[in-house]
């Protein structure tokens, strides 16, 4: 009896050591965007979710800043990120990352300027001026010094922290233009009854901030995710981070596809150049010379909220 017990012990030792060493542990983490107790409490739910739905044990990580953000990133120290386009489309790239899920909607960014500005009244009469914006690598700004091929020719970025202090600081003439997404230029423009400014530039929409899973993530723990987060629990566990940066709408099905050729914009900085095999895509739709703002956002802007980074 006794040493059908001690086998019993033995095989219940056994298989709690199997399971132990097929739970592998991964680092979730997302751009310093905000202090870490309320990073916490964006994507620490997400992280417990994950954990309790797979097995594996997931640990959100906040970054102590964006430089050991990107030098971690550089390093492939991260196995879950959730983050803007140009960071995904750069991971695919370079680290071969899979984008899971995403939220709905495009990201659109509009360059503008004061109708009463005589000096500014085209895209390229801000070359050598000031232009109130994130500091980089947020996408905004990104997206508007690619609009300057020449770097001695792009806009001096006056940086100013929250879009809608971006829009108030131009109206302010604390600079000579500003850059932020379509979607917030919308709502400010029309609570202006002066109608103060003009649309010098709109881009192309990009594709929203998605989770992207590191190669390390065995393809079957990565659908069995991916299918986790679509489901009515993970509806639940992203309900704070889909609130702040989409409105509250929910998480889709991505792919690489999605994510190709965006890289790019992170060329500049050290550690993220990328070879293009293939030209990257055009983020203008046309340069908006004199057109009022009614004019050039007639159309219907996205609703989603465009601050990605």
Same mark, same amino acid.
């Given at each position: 009896?006794?040493?059908?017990?001690?086998?019993?012990?033995?095989?219940?030792?056994?298989?709690?050591?199997?399971?132990?060493?097929?739970?592998?542990?991964?680092?979730?983490?997302?751009?310093?965007?905000?202090?870490?107790?309320?990073?916490?409490?964006?994507?620490?739910?997400?992280?417990?979710?994950?954990?309790?739905?797979?097995?594996?044990?997931?640990?959100?990580?906040?970054?102590?800043?964006?430089?050991?953000?990107?030098?971690?990133?550089?390093?492939?120290?991260?196995?879950?990120?959730?983050?803007?386009?140009?960071?995904?489309?750069?991971? !695919? *790239? @370079?680290? %071969?990352?899979?984008?899971?899920?995403?939220?709905? $909607? /495009?990201?659109?960014?509009?360059?503008?300027?004061?109708?009463?500005?005589?000096?500014?009244?085209?895209?390229?009469?801000?070359?050598?001026?000031?232009?109130?914006?994130?500091?980089?690598?947020?996408?905004?700004?990104?997206?508007?010094?690619?609009?300057?091929?020449?770097?001695?020719?792009?806009?001096?970025?006056?940086?100013?922290?929250?879009?809608?202090?971006?829009?108030?600081?131009?109206?302010?003439?604390?600079?000579?233009?500003?850059?932020?997404?379509?979607?917030?230029?919308?709502?400010?423009?029309?609570?202006?009854?002066?109608?103060?400014?003009?649309?010098?530039?709109?881009?192309?929409?990009?594709?929203?901030?998605?989770?992207?899973?590191?190669?390390?993530?065995?393809?079957?723990?990565?659908?069995?995710?991916?299918?986790?987060?679509?489901?009515?629990?993970? !509806? *639940? @566990?992203? %309900?704070?981070?889909?609130?702040?940066?989409?409105? $509250? /709408?929910?998480?889709?099905?991505?792919?690489?596809?999605?994510?190709?050729?965006?890289?790019?914009?992170?060329?500049?900085?050290?550690?993220?150049?990328?070879?293009?095999?293939?030209?990257?895509?055009?983020?203008?739709?046309?340069?908006?010379?004199?057109?009022?703002?009614?004019?050039?956002?007639?159309?219907?802007?996205?609703?989603?909220?465009?601050?990605?980074?």
């Amino acid at each position: 009896m006794n040493f059908v017990k001690g086998l019993m012990a033995s095989l219940v030792l056994v298989c709690s050591m199997l399971a132990a060493a097929q739970a592998d542990e991964y680092v979730f983490t997302a751009p310093p965007r905000e202090k870490p107790v309320q990073g916490k409490e964006l994507y620490g739910p997400i992280a417990e979710f994950l954990t309790a739905k797979t097995g594996h044990t997931f640990t959100y990580k906040h970054p102590d800043n964006w430089l050991s953000y990107m030098k971690d990133m550089r390093m492939d120290k991260f196995d879950l990120v959730f983050d803007g386009p140009h960071f995904v489309s750069w991971r !695919v *790239a @370079a680290l %071969e990352h899979t984008p899971l899920v995403r939220l709905p $909607g /495009k990201l659109e960014f509009v360059i503008i300027s004061r109708k009463d500005n005589s000096k500014v009244i085209k895209l390229n009469d801000l070359s050598g001026k000031s232009i109130c914006g994130h500091a980089p690598p947020n996408l905004a700004t990104l997206t508007m010094q690619e609009q300057f091929k020449n770097p001695a020719r792009q806009p001096r970025v006056e940086v100013v922290r929250g879009f809608k202090n971006v829009y108030k600081a131009m109206v302010a003439r604390k600079c000579d233009a500003a850059v932020i997404p379509a979607k917030v230029y919308k709502k400010l423009n029309k609570s202006d009854e002066q109608k103060q400014t003009r649309v010098l530039f709109q881009s192309t929409g990009l594709p929203h901030q998605a989770i992207s899973a590191a190669t390390r993530i065995p393809t079957d723990a990565q659908q069995e995710m991916q299918a986790a987060l679509l489901s009515p629990e993970g !509806v *639940a @566990a992203t %309900e704070k981070l889909r609130k702040r940066f989409a409105g $509250g /709408k929910e998480m889709i099905t991505t792919n690489k596809d999605e994510y190709k050729s965006y890289g790019y914009l992170l060329s500049d900085f050290w550690g993220f150049e990328l070879n293009q095999a293939e030209p990257p895509k055009q983020l203008v739709t046309n340069e908006l010379e004199t057109h009022s703002s009614k004019e050039t956002l007639e159309k219907p802007v996205n609703e989603d909220v465009a601050a990605a980074q």
